[in-house]
């Protein structure tokens, strides 16, 4: 256990080896196992990884959302000098919607279907200020139109089945920003919303962050947004970080064989029209009964330039494969490396940008 | 919204017209001469014959029927060539030669009976399932939970007759606790009337509730998992307010639509009930109207409580418009 003071000049959010595990009748489910992050204040932090992975999981646990009753939840979060994790639940209750706010994946189902949209949102400025009604009112009307709702005076008193699929998430955005949190965690935003929304969206949240200066935690599954809009990648696999690095490294220099296989996957204007998408074949792995070894190692096509099996039967560390790029794995760095060139080279004709 | 309940009164009134057709003709088909259960050991042909004529049952069924039908709106004379005719004015539901009364007169002084067992249960009924649902609910897999699931499984599993037959036998007949009057309204005589219908109330309402509980339970965890409420607390509401205006809001609101469609199961269930305690509703009144092949009161009977059921489900639909917004715009 890391002592409170030891933070104080520590970054603004600390993730320090939290762990969540479900019981289930199956056996214990560990959705999340030893993920330890920091981000910097201001900053724009991307967890990307397939369904699963436990990125989700990770976000939720961050917003104190995991039932404690339901849920082994083991580790530290410092979000700006405070331990959320050992936190009463009614003073990370505190915190929620205030300091912190989230927005989820699917704008048709997080919004109560029964109330009215200005209601929802002056409900989450009333759960932390002491406000009138008419004042609230005003700020909601202010922070829709910031969001970029047109006719605010007449959406206000909308019910969500009345919007489109983007209007609903601007009303999450503004619902989350209302009370001016330090911290956003944008779960999936986009996943659930039309192309041409999507890049509205991820725009909208940039612009407030530039604006209110919020940190930013982006889960996604797509490395295409992640581009543009992180500061650092974490790339998450059967419920642990495997590899992490400034986005541009990530995108230059990726090691983790997983990583290659999401950047192959990812559809490209640059590319050869004739090249098929290179899938990562098979499927996660359970989290019940995760591989003795590496998690990774059933679906890697590198694991035999590793002597001696270890992949089968050893984990590997999260190490530092240069300064702020850490990858688990246990290839080599130099034949990392190479590896990645050959993946990059074969798919595209020009180098992949950023 | 106008509109709305206008084309829901005209699907109303379709529906019970088409309802009457079946019905009618239905019960023309079946096997049977009420024309001979007139006069019984007294029978001869001609007197099967006269009252066949007099019962206007030599006519062919359209004209019957259509005979009924105006019935009802202006009222109708039988056997009006004899020299007593039998005037029955409107609304003329028939008139039942068996019991020599009119079906309307016999139905309004049944209906009541039905209506305290049934307003009865269905308050028992609605109150503990809901609220034992929702206990059940909030202490998911802990024992509170499995106490009140396992009582409403061994509820759930007995069938209502026998239920009545324990409750009857050990209440009254070994234990002697209560008493076991007949029935009387409550305005003469309230204590009597619920020392009557205690006994039918809980044996109708103990499987419902049985029914209720699972159901109320299972709707609101469906409603905790919602993204919305998930929502909620990210928002940073208290977990009351997350629990009542949220989840339970959301959650109770499918109960309040199956409420309606239990009535149905509840009149079926009247007619076991008012039997095993011998209360004169309208299930006791099916019963021997049907032994004795009394088609105008059957008729009767079968058209009333189908109305209700129609009209009970016009009401929730109109209830569900209010709680949820989504079925008011659209």
Known sequence: ?354 | MFAYLVRRVIGMVLLLFLLSVAVFFLFNMLPGDPARLTCGKACTPSIIEANRHRLGLDEPVVTQYTKFLSGIFVGRTFSPDSPEPIRCDAPCLGYSFTRHEEVLSIIARAAPVTFWLAIGAFIIWIVTGISLGIFAALNRGRWPDRVVMGISLIFYSFPSFFLGLILIFFVIIRLQWLPFPSYVSPFDNPVQFLQTMIRPWLVLASLQAAFCIRRTRRQVLDAFSEDYVRTARAKGLPERVVVVKHALRAGLTPIVTAAGLDLAVLLGGAIIAENIFSLPGLGSLVVSSVTSSDLPLITGITLLTASIIIFANLVVDLLYAVVDPRVRVG
């Open chain 1, 1 to 354: 256990m890391i002592q409170p003071e030891a933070y104080a000049d520590r970054p603004f959010l600390t993730v320090n080896d939290l762990a969540v595990a479900f019981p289930t009748e199956d056996g214990l489910v560990r959705a999340v196992d030893g993920v330890s992050f920091t981000l910097e204040k201001g900053k724009t932090l991307a967890i990307v990884g397939e369904s699963g992975s436990g990125k989700s999981v990770t976000a939720q646990a961050l917003m104190g959302l995991i039932n404690r009753k339901a849920a082994q939840i083991t580790g530290e979060i410092w979000l700006d000098g405070q331990e959320l994790i050992a936190m009463p639940i009614d003073e990370v209750q505190e915190l929620r919607g205030n300091e912190m706010a989230m927005i989820f994946q699917d704008p048709m189902s997080s919004l109560h279907p029964f109330y009215r949209i200005g209601d929802q949102i002056t409900e989450a400025i009333k759960a932390h200020r002491s406000i009138g009604n008419s004042l609230a009112r005003r700020e909601a009307l202010e922070m829709l139109r910031r969001v970029g709702i047109p006719a605010v005076e007449r959406r206000i008193d909308a019910y969500p089945h009345q919007l489109s699929g983007g209007m609903r998430q601007r009303v999450m955005i503004a619902m989350a920003l209302i009370n001016s949190p330090q911290l956003l965690i944008a779960d999936e935003p986009t996943t659930a919303l039309d192309v041409t929304v999507q890049a509205q969206i991820i725009e909208l949240i940039q612009s407030l962050q530039a604006e209110f200066g919020t940190t930013v935690i982006l889960i996604t599954h797509d490395l295409g947004i992640v581009a543009d809009v992180a500061d650092e990648v974490v790339v998450m696999y059967g419920a642990r970080i495997v590899e992490r690095a400034p986005t541009r490294a990530l995108y230059d220099r990726p090691e983790m064989p997983y990583t290659l296989g999401l950047l192959s996957s990812i559809p490209r204007m640059d590319r050869e029209p004739t090249k098929r998408l290179e899938p990562i074949r098979g499927n996660p792995p359970s989290p019940i009964k995760l591989p003795k070894g590496c998690v990774f190692q059933p679906r890697c096509n590198y694991f035999e330039r590793v002597p001696g099996g270890r992949c089968f039967t050893e984990r590997p560390e999260f190490l530092e494969s240069e300064p702020g790029h850490f990858v688990r794995c246990h290839i080599p760095h130099e034949e990392r490396e190479q590896i990645a060139q050959d993946v990059i080279q074969t798919l595209s004709t020009t180098s992949v940008s950023v």
